[in-house]
């Protein structure tokens, strides 16, 4: 039961507090302003990622990779 709640109040807090999602979805024009927040986390994502192989490729190339 207490598991339940939990699960209850994290809904309620992303549907009612923390989403920004309700007050985007009044202005908007089109797919590209519906999934502007998507296309940021991906952005991002994306970056980081490529980022990270950068330095991957670098320590393999130094010589300094962690081989287990």
Known sequence: MLAN???????????????PYKALRLHTNGWWDSNL??????????IALLYWMNQMFGFKKSGKEDVA
Not at 5 to 19: H, S, Y
């Open 37 to 46: 927040v998507s296309w940021i986390f991906i952005s991002i994502g994306l």
């Open 5 to 19: 709640n939990i699960w209850k109040i994290i809904g309620e807090l992303i549907d009612k507090g923390l989403a």
